[in-house]
């Protein structure tokens, strides 16, 4: 069946490192979104793109949409302890009528 | 402007019972669609609701089922608990019923089954 895969499922970093996510889907997606899931927290939504290549910014957030539309990456430049929390990603199944969901990868700030 | 609001947060049931759980979507929108959150996983869809009726479902048994209320506020039913249901049971709503459109979780309701 249609599958969204995430790596990695943990990366730990100092504060002030970068951090990147990348999820790959087993098929053709028309839009992506990603969610923040803060520990204890619900997911919340981030951004979704739609156009193959497509590249968009929130301050620090960088999310990218690949050009075949099959893969997405979030990389967060300069991490500080407000990003901690597990980055999910999620795409249309082929109904478009639901979501499959990423397992997530959960950034974690070394002390 | 409410969110979408839960209840309750937290529930303790034991193998083999029932159990209710609620949800009320943020203000404007029309789709219920409820998630199975275990610890340390994405979460999985259970089902969506549109015009009170079951529009889509995931792999979840038939233990579980739901409703949707005329003022769009939906219910989660799960049967005969297993260990295995404990998890955190998420609602989100959105605005139609296409993936595309943005969903609001609500802040989840924590099952623990004994």
């Known amino acids: 069946g249609q599958q969204v895969m995430q790596i990695p499922q943990y990366q730990h970093v100092q504060e002030g490192e970068d951090f990147t996510t990348y999820c790959n889907s087993s098929?053709?997606?028309?839009?992506i979104q990603w969610y923040k899931q803060r520990p204890g927290g619900h997911p919340v939504f981030l951004i979704q793109?739609?156009?193959s290549g497509e590249v968009k910014k929130q301050k620090r957030l960088t999310f990218q949409f690949g050009e075949a539309k099959k893969n997405s990456s979030l990389h967060i430049t300069a991490t500080q302890t407000t990003d901690v929390g597990t980055y999910f990603c999620?795409?249309?199944?082929?109904?478009?009528?639901?979501?499959?969901w990423g397992a997530g990868t959960k950034l974690i700030i070394k002390p | 402007d409410a969110g979408v609001t839960q209840s309750p947060t937290h529930l303790i049931k034991t193998r083999g019972q029932q159990v209710t759980l609620r949800c009320s979507p943020k203000s404007g929108h029309d789709t219920v669609s409820w998630y199975q959150q275990a610890l340390g996983q994405g979460p999985q869809f259970i089902f969506q609701y549109y015009e009170e009726e079951e529009r889509q479902r995931g792999n979840f048994p038939d233990r579980f089922s739901g409703h949707q209320f005329p003022n769009y506020s939906s219910e989660l039913n799960v049967n005969a608990l297993l260990l295995g249901d404990s998890a955190l049971y998420l609602c989100a709503s959105s605005l139609g019923l296409l993936a595309k459109n943005i969903q609001y979780f609500g802040a989840g309701t924590r099952l623990s089954v004994l």
């Open positions: 793109l739609v156009k």
């Open positions: 098929t053709t997606l028309s839009n």
């Open positions: 999620a795409g249309p199944a082929d109904s478009n009528y639901q979501l499959i």
